[in-house]
């Protein structure tokens, strides 16, 4: 639903929106510019970062929403017309969490420092989905960051 659309619904029935202050220009994290992404199908307040759309589609991945218990949101980076900015993608679908697989792109989108929260979403660092894929200790690591991050529960 376009942002419009869904403040025209939230006048309509007598709820006020808050909207953030400007952040400081120092907890601004620096994002290149060029970096986008594209948002796949799913719901919640989970958006799932990983490189290439085939990563999204495989096995592993449905193992990992299987895992967390909900239909997360996939995405990739991509450059076409219908890609979004993260911050935009967070505050346009409410995301609360939102997960980046592998430092290199994390770099990549965020700069060589991790912020702590993209707008009201916290960011999460996982294993890159090669790695995941190829070493088991980075599928352990994977379990006790997504239980770490709140993601799921340990019980």
Request: hydrophobic letters at 45%; a negative charge.
């Given at each position: 639903m376009i942002e419009t659309r869904r403040q025209a619904?939230?006048?309509?029935?007598?709820?006020?929106?808050?909207?953030?202050?400007e952040a400081a220009a120092s907890e601004t994290p620096h994002?290149?510019?060029?970096?986008?992404?594209?948002?796949?199908?799913?719901?919640?307040?989970?958006?799932?970062?990983?490189?290439?759309?085939?990563?999204?589609?495989s096995k592993l991945a449905n193992d990992i929403s299987r895992a967390l218990g909900k239909v997360p949101v996939w995405s990739w980076p991509h450059d076409g017309e219908d890609a979004v900015k993260p911050a935009v993608a967070v505050d346009e679908n409410l995301f609360t969490t939102v997960?980046?697989?592998?430092?290199?792109?994390?770099?990549?989108?965020?700069?060589?420092?991790?912020?702590?929260?993209?707008?009201?979403?916290?960011?999460?660092?996982?294993?890159?989905?090669?790695?995941?894929?190829?070493r088991a200790g980075a599928r352990q690591s994977l379990w006790a960051d997504l239980c770490r991050s709140g993601m799921v529960s340990a019980n």
């Open positions: 619904y939230l006048d309509a029935m007598g709820i006020p929106v808050w909207s953030l202050r994002v290149d510019s060029n970096c986008a992404l594209k948002l796949g199908p799913g719901s919640g307040g989970i958006l799932l970062i990983c490189a290439t759309d085939t990563d999204s589609a997960a980046v697989f592998g430092t290199e792109l994390a770099q990549r989108f965020f700069g060589s420092e991790l912020p702590v929260n993209l707008n009201s979403a916290s960011l999460v660092l996982l294993p890159s989905m090669r790695d995941l894929e190829t």
